[in-house]
Protein backbone atom coordinates (compact mmCIF):
# COMPACT_ATOMS: atom_id res chain seq x y z
CA UNK A 1 0.00 0.00 0.00
CA UNK A 2 1.78 3.51 -1.23
CA UNK A 3 1.22 6.18 1.36
CA UNK A 4 1.13 10.17 0.45
CA UNK A 5 4.90 11.63 1.15
CA UNK A 6 4.88 14.68 2.94
CA UNK A 7 7.33 17.25 1.75
CA UNK A 8 10.73 17.07 3.15
CA UNK A 9 10.01 20.87 4.84
CA UNK A 10 7.55 19.67 6.98
CA UNK A 11 9.37 17.27 8.89
CA UNK A 12 11.92 17.53 11.59
CA UNK A 13 15.47 17.67 10.91
CA UNK A 14 17.99 15.06 9.75
CA UNK A 15 20.51 13.93 7.20
CA UNK A 16 20.76 14.98 3.67
CA UNK A 17 22.45 12.21 2.55
CA UNK A 18 20.59 9.59 -0.14
CA UNK A 19 17.96 7.20 1.21
CA UNK A 20 19.94 4.92 -0.13
CA UNK A 21 22.96 5.69 1.98
CA UNK A 22 21.05 6.22 5.18
CA UNK A 23 18.94 2.61 5.02
CA UNK A 24 22.50 1.16 4.27
CA UNK A 25 23.90 2.78 7.41
CA UNK A 26 20.74 2.02 9.45
CA UNK A 27 21.15 -1.80 8.29
CA UNK A 28 24.63 -1.72 9.09
CA UNK A 29 25.22 -0.03 12.19
CA UNK A 30 22.12 1.17 13.00
CA UNK A 31 22.52 2.16 17.25
CA UNK A 32 25.71 4.51 16.36
CA UNK A 33 23.88 5.97 13.20
CA UNK A 34 20.51 6.61 15.03
CA UNK A 35 22.93 8.19 18.13
CA UNK A 36 24.66 10.17 16.03
CA UNK A 37 21.77 11.89 14.43
CA UNK A 38 19.83 12.36 17.77
CA UNK A 39 23.04 14.22 18.73
CA UNK A 40 23.36 16.22 15.90
CA UNK A 41 19.80 17.04 15.22
CA UNK A 42 18.05 16.50 18.53
CA UNK A 43 14.58 14.23 19.34
CA UNK A 44 13.08 13.76 16.97
CA UNK A 45 14.78 13.50 14.20
CA UNK A 46 13.95 12.20 10.66
CA UNK A 47 15.77 9.53 8.21
CA UNK A 48 14.72 8.09 4.71
CA UNK A 49 14.91 4.68 4.55
CA UNK A 50 13.63 2.44 1.28
CA UNK A 51 11.53 1.10 0.23
CA UNK A 52 9.62 4.08 -0.85
CA UNK A 53 11.61 6.42 0.51
CA UNK A 54 9.29 6.43 3.46
CA UNK A 55 9.98 9.28 6.31
CA UNK A 56 10.55 7.73 9.46
CA UNK A 57 10.61 10.49 12.45
CA UNK A 58 12.66 8.94 15.28
CA UNK A 59 10.90 9.66 19.36
CA UNK A 60 13.01 8.49 22.07
CA UNK A 61 11.19 10.79 24.56
CA UNK A 62 9.22 9.24 27.12
CA UNK A 63 6.17 11.57 26.83
CA UNK A 64 6.37 11.32 23.06
CA UNK A 65 6.40 7.70 22.80
CA UNK A 66 3.16 7.83 25.56
CA UNK A 67 1.77 9.68 23.10
CA UNK A 68 1.91 7.59 20.11
CA UNK A 69 1.02 4.61 21.85
CA UNK A 70 -2.09 6.25 23.18
CA UNK A 71 -3.10 7.89 19.74
CA UNK A 72 -5.65 7.03 17.48
CA UNK A 73 -5.00 3.47 16.33
CA UNK A 74 -6.37 4.46 12.78
CA UNK A 75 -4.70 7.56 12.39
CA UNK A 76 -1.57 6.25 13.42
CA UNK A 77 -1.72 2.97 11.59
CA UNK A 78 0.59 0.45 12.83
CA UNK A 79 -0.18 -2.16 9.91
CA UNK A 80 1.43 0.19 7.06
CA UNK A 81 4.63 -0.34 9.47
CA UNK A 82 4.47 -3.93 8.57
CA UNK A 83 3.83 -3.44 4.97
CA UNK A 84 6.86 -5.71 4.46
CA UNK A 85 5.79 -8.46 6.22
CA UNK A 86 2.96 -8.96 4.37
CA UNK A 87 4.08 -11.54 2.05
CA UNK A 88 4.62 -13.82 4.90
CA UNK A 89 2.08 -13.32 6.82
CA UNK A 90 -0.73 -12.39 4.74
CA UNK A 91 -3.07 -9.99 4.38
CA UNK A 92 -5.20 -11.14 7.76
CA UNK A 93 -2.58 -11.57 9.78
CA UNK A 94 -2.80 -9.46 12.90
CA UNK A 95 0.01 -7.22 12.35
CA UNK A 96 -1.46 -6.27 8.61
CA UNK A 97 -4.76 -4.78 9.91
CA UNK A 98 -5.63 -1.71 11.62
CA UNK A 99 -8.83 -0.62 13.86
CA UNK A 100 -12.38 -2.66 13.92
CA UNK A 101 -10.91 -5.50 12.25
CA UNK A 102 -7.51 -5.41 14.33
CA UNK A 103 -9.57 -5.83 17.55
CA UNK A 104 -11.35 -8.37 16.32
CA UNK A 105 -8.86 -10.45 15.32
CA UNK A 106 -6.70 -10.12 18.77
CA UNK A 107 -10.09 -10.87 20.11
CA UNK A 108 -9.72 -13.93 18.66
CA UNK A 109 -6.28 -14.74 19.34
CA UNK A 110 -6.47 -13.29 23.53
CA UNK A 111 -8.08 -16.33 24.96
CA UNK A 112 -4.58 -18.58 23.81
CA UNK A 113 -2.35 -16.07 25.66
CA UNK A 114 -4.69 -15.61 28.88
CA UNK A 115 -2.70 -15.80 32.30
CA UNK A 116 -4.60 -19.19 32.82
CA UNK A 117 -3.51 -20.14 29.01
CA UNK A 118 0.17 -19.27 29.95
CA UNK A 119 0.41 -20.61 33.23
CA UNK A 120 -0.47 -23.96 31.47
CA UNK A 121 2.04 -24.05 29.02
CA UNK A 122 4.80 -23.91 30.96
CA UNK A 123 5.23 -27.86 31.63
CA UNK A 124 5.32 -27.34 27.36
CA UNK A 125 8.52 -24.57 28.15
CA UNK A 126 10.16 -27.16 30.67
CA UNK A 127 9.75 -30.43 28.17
CA UNK A 128 11.04 -28.53 25.42
CA UNK A 129 13.93 -27.12 27.09
CA UNK A 130 14.76 -30.32 29.18
CA UNK A 131 15.17 -32.13 26.11
CA UNK A 132 17.73 -29.61 24.19
CA UNK A 133 19.99 -29.54 27.09
CA UNK A 134 20.02 -33.14 27.51
CA UNK A 135 21.75 -33.00 24.33
CA UNK A 136 24.56 -30.77 25.88
CA UNK A 137 27.86 -32.21 26.74
CA UNK A 138 30.30 -30.32 29.55
CA UNK A 139 33.55 -29.84 27.38
CA UNK A 140 31.87 -29.08 23.94
CA UNK A 141 30.55 -25.99 22.79
CA UNK A 142 26.81 -24.79 21.07
CA UNK A 143 25.96 -22.00 19.25
CA UNK A 144 22.93 -20.19 21.64
CA UNK A 145 20.57 -18.66 19.42
CA UNK A 146 20.63 -22.31 16.98
CA UNK A 147 19.80 -24.06 19.98
CA UNK A 148 17.53 -21.78 21.59
CA UNK A 149 15.97 -21.65 17.99
CA UNK A 150 14.76 -25.62 18.34
CA UNK A 151 13.53 -25.00 22.33
CA UNK A 152 11.59 -22.12 21.12
CA UNK A 153 10.42 -23.07 17.67
CA UNK A 154 8.97 -26.53 19.29
CA UNK A 155 7.31 -24.80 22.08
CA UNK A 156 5.43 -22.16 19.22
CA UNK A 157 4.41 -25.50 17.42
CA UNK A 158 2.98 -27.37 20.16
CA UNK A 159 1.04 -24.17 21.20
CA UNK A 160 -0.21 -23.06 18.50
CA UNK A 161 -0.93 -26.14 16.41
CA UNK A 162 -0.83 -29.10 19.40
CA UNK A 163 -0.80 -32.53 18.65
CA UNK A 164 -0.95 -32.38 15.05
CA UNK A 165 0.45 -34.77 12.12
CA UNK A 166 4.22 -35.63 13.46
CA UNK A 167 5.36 -36.11 9.63
CA UNK A 168 3.42 -32.77 8.87
CA UNK A 169 4.74 -30.89 11.89
CA UNK A 170 8.83 -32.45 10.82
CA UNK A 171 8.25 -30.90 7.14
CA UNK A 172 6.99 -27.54 8.33
CA UNK A 173 9.56 -27.26 10.94
CA UNK A 174 12.53 -26.75 8.50
CA UNK A 175 9.84 -24.57 6.36
CA UNK A 176 9.70 -22.04 9.13
CA UNK A 177 13.14 -22.21 10.21
CA UNK A 178 13.96 -21.03 6.41
CA UNK A 179 11.46 -17.94 6.27
CA UNK A 180 12.57 -16.49 9.39
CA UNK A 181 16.40 -16.63 8.06
CA UNK A 182 16.74 -14.44 5.73
CA UNK A 183 18.73 -11.07 5.13
CA UNK A 184 16.94 -7.84 5.14
CA UNK A 185 17.48 -7.83 1.37
CA UNK A 186 14.82 -10.55 0.71
CA UNK A 187 12.87 -9.25 3.20
CA UNK A 188 12.40 -5.57 1.28
CA UNK A 189 12.25 -7.37 -1.73
CA UNK A 190 8.64 -8.75 -0.53
CA UNK A 191 6.95 -5.55 -1.29
CA UNK A 192 7.55 -6.19 -5.07
CA UNK A 193 5.89 -9.04 -6.73
CA UNK A 194 7.54 -9.69 -9.50
CA UNK A 195 10.61 -9.82 -7.71
CA UNK A 196 9.19 -13.51 -6.41
CA UNK A 197 10.02 -15.20 -9.79
CA UNK A 198 13.95 -14.03 -9.43
CA UNK A 199 16.41 -15.92 -7.30
CA UNK A 200 16.50 -15.23 -4.21
CA UNK A 201 13.36 -14.27 -3.96
CA UNK A 202 11.87 -17.68 -6.16
CA UNK A 203 13.00 -20.44 -3.88
CA UNK A 204 11.59 -18.42 -0.98
CA UNK A 205 8.43 -17.85 -2.47
CA UNK A 206 8.24 -21.65 -3.24
CA UNK A 207 9.03 -22.66 0.38
CA UNK A 208 6.05 -20.02 1.73
CA UNK A 209 3.52 -22.24 -0.48
CA UNK A 210 4.62 -25.12 0.78
CA UNK A 211 3.82 -23.90 4.12
CA UNK A 212 0.81 -23.19 3.22
CA UNK A 213 -0.22 -26.28 1.83
CA UNK A 214 1.06 -27.94 5.29
CA UNK A 215 -1.16 -25.59 6.84
CA UNK A 216 -3.82 -25.59 4.60
CA UNK A 217 -4.38 -29.16 4.84
CA UNK A 218 -3.98 -29.35 8.75
CA UNK A 219 -7.43 -26.89 8.98
CA UNK A 220 -8.70 -29.55 6.64
CA UNK A 221 -8.11 -32.42 8.68
CA UNK A 222 -9.26 -30.42 11.80
CA UNK A 223 -12.28 -29.75 10.35
CA UNK A 224 -12.72 -33.26 9.21
CA UNK A 225 -12.09 -34.64 12.99
CA UNK A 226 -12.81 -34.23 16.52
CA UNK A 227 -10.76 -31.88 18.46
CA UNK A 228 -12.28 -32.22 22.12
CA UNK A 229 -10.11 -31.63 24.60
CA UNK A 230 -7.43 -29.51 22.29
CA UNK A 231 -6.57 -26.49 24.04
CA UNK A 232 -3.68 -25.37 20.87
CA UNK A 233 -4.19 -22.34 19.20
CA UNK A 234 -5.69 -23.57 15.74
CA UNK A 235 -8.57 -25.56 17.90
CA UNK A 236 -9.25 -22.13 19.07
CA UNK A 237 -9.67 -20.62 15.83
CA UNK A 238 -11.71 -23.26 14.61
CA UNK A 239 -14.33 -22.83 17.36
CA UNK A 240 -15.11 -19.68 15.93
CA UNK A 241 -18.49 -19.49 14.24
CA UNK A 242 -19.32 -23.06 16.64
CA UNK A 243 -22.12 -23.54 17.79
CA UNK A 244 -21.30 -21.57 21.11
CA UNK A 245 -19.99 -18.95 19.72
CA UNK A 246 -22.57 -16.44 17.63
CA UNK A 247 -19.15 -14.86 15.61
CA UNK A 248 -18.77 -15.89 11.81
CA UNK A 249 -16.48 -18.78 11.23
CA UNK A 250 -12.84 -17.75 10.08
CA UNK A 251 -11.71 -18.84 6.60
CA UNK A 252 -8.78 -21.63 5.87
CA UNK A 253 -6.85 -18.58 4.30
CA UNK A 254 -7.81 -16.51 7.83
CA UNK A 255 -6.57 -19.26 10.11
CA UNK A 256 -3.71 -19.85 8.00
CA UNK A 257 -2.68 -16.23 8.27
CA UNK A 258 -2.60 -15.97 12.05
CA UNK A 259 -1.01 -19.29 12.35
CA UNK A 260 1.99 -17.90 10.50
CA UNK A 261 2.18 -14.81 12.02
CA UNK A 262 2.34 -16.55 15.74
CA UNK A 263 5.03 -19.64 14.11
CA UNK A 264 6.96 -16.32 13.09
CA UNK A 265 6.86 -13.95 15.60
CA UNK A 266 6.79 -16.11 18.94
CA UNK A 267 9.59 -17.97 18.19
CA UNK A 268 11.85 -16.28 16.54
CA UNK A 269 11.85 -13.24 18.97
CA UNK A 270 12.30 -15.14 22.11
CA UNK A 271 14.74 -17.26 20.18
CA UNK A 272 17.00 -14.40 19.69
CA UNK A 273 16.48 -13.04 23.55
CA UNK A 274 17.14 -16.06 25.37
CA UNK A 275 20.68 -16.36 23.11
CA UNK A 276 21.62 -12.52 24.31
CA UNK A 277 20.56 -13.49 28.06
CA UNK A 278 22.88 -16.84 28.02
CA UNK A 279 25.78 -14.45 26.29
CA UNK A 280 25.40 -11.75 28.79
CA UNK A 281 25.49 -14.27 31.56
CA UNK A 282 28.10 -16.22 29.88
CA UNK A 283 30.33 -12.84 30.00
CA UNK A 284 30.10 -12.06 33.52
CA UNK A 285 30.76 -14.91 36.04
CA UNK A 286 29.97 -12.84 39.19
CA UNK A 287 26.39 -11.86 37.41
CA UNK A 288 26.12 -15.61 36.50
CA UNK A 289 26.72 -16.73 39.69
CA UNK A 290 23.82 -14.76 41.22
CA UNK A 291 21.02 -16.04 38.45
CA UNK A 292 22.40 -19.58 39.11
CA UNK A 293 21.48 -19.37 42.91
CA UNK A 294 17.90 -17.83 41.80
CA UNK A 295 17.34 -20.62 39.36
CA UNK A 296 18.05 -22.98 42.52
CA UNK A 297 15.83 -20.90 44.86
CA UNK A 298 13.35 -20.70 42.49
CA UNK A 299 13.35 -17.01 42.47
CA UNK A 300 11.41 -16.37 39.07
CA UNK A 301 11.86 -12.63 39.61
CA UNK A 302 15.28 -12.58 39.16
CA UNK A 303 15.45 -14.77 36.47
CA UNK A 304 12.54 -12.30 34.36
CA UNK A 305 14.86 -9.60 35.61
CA UNK A 306 17.69 -11.12 33.39
CA UNK A 307 16.05 -11.70 30.53
CA UNK A 308 14.28 -7.86 30.61
CA UNK A 309 17.94 -6.48 30.95
CA UNK A 310 19.64 -9.02 27.75
CA UNK A 311 16.18 -7.13 25.71
CA UNK A 312 16.88 -3.83 26.83
CA UNK A 313 21.00 -4.01 26.37
CA UNK A 314 19.85 -6.23 22.60
CA UNK A 315 16.24 -5.00 21.84
CA UNK A 316 14.92 -7.90 19.14
CA UNK A 317 13.11 -4.64 17.29
CA UNK A 318 14.57 -1.77 17.05
CA UNK A 319 11.77 0.91 16.88
CA UNK A 320 7.91 0.40 16.01
CA UNK A 321 6.34 2.59 13.33
CA UNK A 322 3.11 3.80 12.53
CA UNK A 323 2.15 5.81 9.72
CA UNK A 324 0.18 8.81 9.64
CA UNK A 325 -2.86 8.95 7.90
CA UNK A 326 -4.05 12.37 9.14
CA UNK A 327 -1.72 15.24 9.99
CA UNK A 328 -0.71 14.93 14.10
CA UNK A 329 1.04 16.96 16.56
CA UNK A 330 3.12 14.29 18.26
CA UNK A 331 5.76 15.44 21.32
CA UNK A 332 4.91 19.18 20.45
CA UNK A 333 6.05 18.97 16.65
CA UNK A 334 3.58 19.06 13.75
CA UNK A 335 4.21 16.10 11.63
CA UNK A 336 2.39 15.77 8.43
CA UNK A 337 0.06 13.02 6.55
CA UNK A 338 2.27 10.29 5.27
CA UNK A 339 5.66 10.74 8.02
CA UNK A 340 5.82 7.33 10.15
CA UNK A 341 6.52 8.04 13.78
CA UNK A 342 8.61 5.82 15.12
CA UNK A 343 9.28 5.34 19.06
CA UNK A 344 13.11 4.31 18.99
CA UNK A 345 13.11 1.29 21.53
CA UNK A 346 16.88 1.34 20.88
CA UNK A 347 17.43 4.73 21.90
CA UNK A 348 15.11 4.38 24.58
CA UNK A 349 16.55 1.29 25.95
CA UNK A 350 20.09 3.09 26.20
CA UNK A 351 19.04 6.92 27.56
CA UNK A 352 21.65 7.05 30.68
CA UNK A 353 19.18 9.24 31.93
CA UNK A 354 16.75 6.27 32.33
CA UNK A 355 19.66 3.56 31.92
CA UNK A 356 22.68 4.94 34.16
CA UNK A 357 25.21 2.68 32.51
CA UNK A 358 23.53 1.87 29.74
CA UNK A 359 26.13 -0.52 28.07
CA UNK A 360 26.12 -2.78 31.24
CA UNK A 361 24.19 -5.64 32.01
CA UNK A 362 22.51 -5.24 35.27
CA UNK A 363 19.57 -7.14 36.00
CA UNK A 364 18.69 -5.38 39.41
CA UNK A 365 17.35 -2.38 37.57
CA UNK A 366 13.64 -4.51 36.75
CA UNK A 367 13.90 -5.17 40.36
CA UNK A 368 11.85 -3.27 42.65
CA UNK A 369 9.77 -0.66 41.24
CA UNK A 370 11.84 -0.97 37.72
CA UNK A 371 12.09 1.81 35.22
CA UNK A 372 9.68 4.69 34.20
CA UNK A 373 7.05 3.73 32.00
CA UNK A 374 7.74 4.37 27.94
CA UNK A 375 11.37 4.06 28.96
CA UNK A 376 11.73 0.53 28.40
CA UNK A 377 9.57 -0.71 25.28
CA UNK A 378 10.08 -4.02 24.02
CA UNK A 379 6.67 -5.33 23.24
CA UNK A 380 5.26 -1.82 21.68
CA UNK A 381 3.03 -0.32 23.46
CA UNK A 382 -1.06 0.66 23.22
CA UNK A 383 -3.54 -1.26 21.50
CA UNK A 384 -0.53 -2.77 19.61
CA UNK A 385 1.42 -3.98 22.60
CA UNK A 386 2.58 -7.79 21.48
CA UNK A 387 -0.59 -10.22 22.59
CA UNK A 388 1.95 -12.59 23.74
CA UNK A 389 4.59 -10.67 25.85
CA UNK A 390 3.20 -12.72 29.28
CA UNK A 391 4.08 -15.74 27.41
CA UNK A 392 7.23 -15.06 26.44
CA UNK A 393 8.36 -13.55 29.55
CA UNK A 394 7.06 -16.90 31.04
CA UNK A 395 9.13 -19.10 28.09
CA UNK A 396 12.47 -17.16 28.64
CA UNK A 397 12.23 -17.40 32.09
CA UNK A 398 11.64 -21.79 32.52
CA UNK A 399 14.05 -21.90 29.85
CA UNK A 400 16.91 -19.90 31.75
CA UNK A 401 16.11 -21.95 35.21
CA UNK A 402 16.32 -25.45 33.33
CA UNK A 403 19.81 -24.21 31.56
CA UNK A 404 21.20 -22.28 34.85
CA UNK A 405 20.42 -25.54 37.33
CA UNK A 406 21.89 -28.23 34.66
CA UNK A 407 25.18 -26.89 33.22
CA UNK A 408 27.06 -23.63 33.41
CA UNK A 409 27.32 -21.73 30.35
CA UNK A 410 30.79 -19.51 29.73
CA UNK A 411 31.02 -16.91 26.52
CA UNK A 412 34.62 -15.72 25.82
CA UNK A 413 34.15 -12.85 23.98
CA UNK A 414 31.40 -10.27 22.67
CA UNK A 415 28.81 -10.96 20.10
CA UNK A 416 28.47 -8.55 17.44
CA UNK A 417 24.64 -7.58 16.44
CA UNK A 418 22.94 -9.01 12.99
CA UNK A 419 20.23 -7.59 11.54
CA UNK A 420 17.87 -10.87 10.07
CA UNK A 421 14.98 -10.33 8.68
CA UNK A 422 13.70 -7.42 10.72
CA UNK A 423 15.05 -8.29 13.92
CA UNK A 424 18.54 -7.98 15.94
CA UNK A 425 20.12 -11.78 16.89
CA UNK A 426 23.55 -12.61 17.86
CA UNK A 427 25.90 -12.45 14.21
CA UNK A 428 28.27 -14.96 15.38
CA UNK A 429 24.96 -17.07 17.08
CA UNK A 430 26.39 -16.80 20.67
CA UNK A 431 28.60 -19.50 20.87
CA UNK A 432 28.66 -20.67 24.65
CA UNK A 433 31.06 -23.49 26.26
CA UNK A 434 29.01 -25.85 28.08
CA UNK A 435 30.51 -26.89 31.69
CA UNK A 436 29.27 -28.81 34.50
CA UNK A 437 27.30 -26.79 36.96
CA UNK A 438 29.59 -25.23 39.79
CA UNK A 439 29.68 -27.04 43.22
Known amino acids: MRTRQPARGGLPPGPRTPAALQTIQAFTDRRSTFERHRARYGDPFTVRMLPGPQHLVLFSDPDAIKEIFAGDPVELSGAQGNEMLRAAMGDRSVMLNDGEAH ?3 RRYLMPAFSPAAVRAYRPVVERAAAAEIDTWTPGLPVVALERMSRVTLEVMMQVVLGASDPERLAALRPRVLRLVEVDPVVVGGWLYPRLRALPPWRGHARNLRAIDDLIHAEVTDRRR ?3 AGSSDLLTQLLAVGSEAD ?15 TLLLAGYETTASTL ?3 LHELGRDEQVRAH ?10 EHLEACVKEATRLHPIIDYVARTLRSDQRIGGVDLPAGATAAPAILLAHHDPDAFPEPDRFRPERFLGEGPEPHTFIPFGGGVRRCIGAAF ?6 VVLREVLTRVDVVAD ?6 LRNITNVPGDGAPLRVCPPPG
Open 392 to 397: ALMEGV
Open 225 to 227: GST
Open 413 to 418: SPAPTR
Open 246 to 260: DREPLTADEIRDQVV
Open 103 to 105: RAI
Open 275 to 277: AWT
Open 291 to 300: ARRAAHAGDE
